[in-house]
């Protein structure tokens, strides 16, 4: 499958059905060092007149300190048939495994320093805009906190002005 360049804002795919059902990939990082994991959570849209996805990441997460000192990060995804893959990066820690060699997938890079990866059918280059953390004072369902954080282990958010927007053949014509 080979990926090409689109126009994000022609994009036509349920958003609520790729991050839910079948996941995603956040990488970070540069060509020597770098890190994936797999997340559901996150959202699209617009704000300051530009496109834009927020991903949430845990600062315990190997890949925090990859987004953290990183302009760029990437959000994958895949066909179906890479299940396992998604649940491989969710499940073992870039710190402990070489989770590239292990799936096989093939890193890409892209000229702006981006990383992907070949088998993607999806991916969006981010560009960094805004972080803060979540704050348990902020939560107006207290029991979120109680439910998602019963360790006081809260996630950083990331918006990223999506920069670009990579698709396959495949991928642009199923949506249509």
């Known amino acids: 499958m080979k990926i090409q360049a689109i126009n994000v804002k022609e994009l036509q795919t349920n958003v609520f059905e790729i991050l839910h059902d079948r996941w995603m ?21 617009i704000l300051w007149n530009k496109p ?17 000192t990183q302009d760029l990060f990437t959000l994958s995804f895949f066909p179906a048939q890479y299940k396992h893959v998604l649940n491989y990066c969710g499940s073992h820690s870039g710190k402990d495994n070489d989770k590239i060699k292990e799936t096989n ?6 000229p702006q ?11 969006f280059e981010c560009q960094k805009m805004y972080t ?26 990331f918006i990223g002005e999506i920069t670009n ?12």
Not at 53 to 66: D, K, L, M, N
């Open 113 to 123: 320093g981006g990383i992907y990866f070949e088998e993607a059918n999806l991916v």
């Open 25 to 45: 990939l956040i990488t970070a990082g540069n060509p020597d060092k770098f890190n994936t994991m797999t997340a559901s959570w996150g959202t699209f849209g």
């Open 105 to 110: 997938l093939t890193p890409i890079f892209s």
């Open 165 to 176: 927007c990579f698709a396959t053949h495949e991928f642009i014509n199923k949506q249509a």
């Open 52 to 68: 834009v996805a927020i991903c949430f990441i845990r600062p315990q997460r190997y890949t925090f300190e990859f987004i953290e």
């Open 132 to 157: 803060d953390m979540l704050k348990p004072d902020n939560f107006l369902q207290k029991d979120l906190i109680d439910k998602f954080y019963p360790q006081s282990d809260f996630h950083k958010f």
